[in-house]
């Protein structure tokens, strides 16, 4: 255990040597500030790691992550970054990401009780029941496992749209495009689940906000 912590604080040392054999002033560029154009919004997974996906540096993404890239009404971790990004960094594109092969998604798909994570995955099961007719018309379960992990991607971009922060940029004019993703872990490849939304114009009325 010892051993693998220290290894960290190795790899650390080396990579800053990395770093600056590459460019000297990297680290000092960094500290100037940060005008990242996206917002990535993913799952915790430490298989996901979301600037190498993209082809990122540091710098050009801010992130925010937890079990099953969920956009909950009511977290205020979640809108704390969603507020920051929008209104302060102007970022011009939020990303929500999934990814197949969930084990947020799979556990909301079954009635095993896992602790106090139920109560988030409850979130998923809600989404679950909005589509059970096209979902449980799929036999096959790894492709059913997918489709939920597809929709559950798509309802977090409808969730971001929702909120009054992203109302309030579009309102006033501001470019932002939200869009929806899911990464193969065993490719390496994202699919474009063609849910951009750059108004409020695809939301139901009960949604859309007067400023």
């Known amino acids: 255990m010892r051993k693998f912590y220290e290894q960290l604080l190795e790899n650390n040392k080396k990579w800053v040597e990395t770093s600056l054999a590459k460019d000297p002033n ?4 960094l500290a100037k500030g940060q005008q990242p154009p996206l917002l990535w919004i993913g799952c915790s ?11 990122a540096k540091p710098g050009e993404v801010f992130v925010h992550r937890n079990i099953a890239n969920m ?5 205020m971790n979640m809108l704390s970054v969603l507020d920051y990004a929008v209104n302060v960094l102007k970022i011009k594109h939020i990303i929500v990401c999934g990814h197949y092969g969930c084990g ?9 009780s896992v602790g106090i994570i139920d109560n988030w995955i409850r979130h998923i099961k809600d989404e679950y029941r909005l589509h059970d007719k096209y979902l449980n018309s799929i036999e096959d379960e790894t492709e059913r496992f997918n ?7 798509k309802e977090q971009v409808y969730n971001l749209a929702k909120t009054s922060i992203v109302q309030n940029a579009w309102q006033n004019g501001q470019d932002l495009m939200l869009h929806g993703w899911v990464y193969g872990l065993n490719s390496g490849f994202v699919t474009d689940l063609n849910v951009t939304i750059s108004s409020n114009a695809e939301l139901d009325s009960v949604y859309k906000l007067d400023f």
């Open 71 to 75: 956009v909950v009404h009511s977290d």
């Open 104 to 112: 947020g998604v799979k556990a909301a798909m079954g009635h095993q």
């Open 26 to 29: 990297y680290f000092a560029d």
């Open 45 to 55: 997974d430490s298989r996901v790691p979301a600037n190498e996906i993209v082809g």
């Open 147 to 153: 489709a939920f992990v597809e929709i559950n991607a």
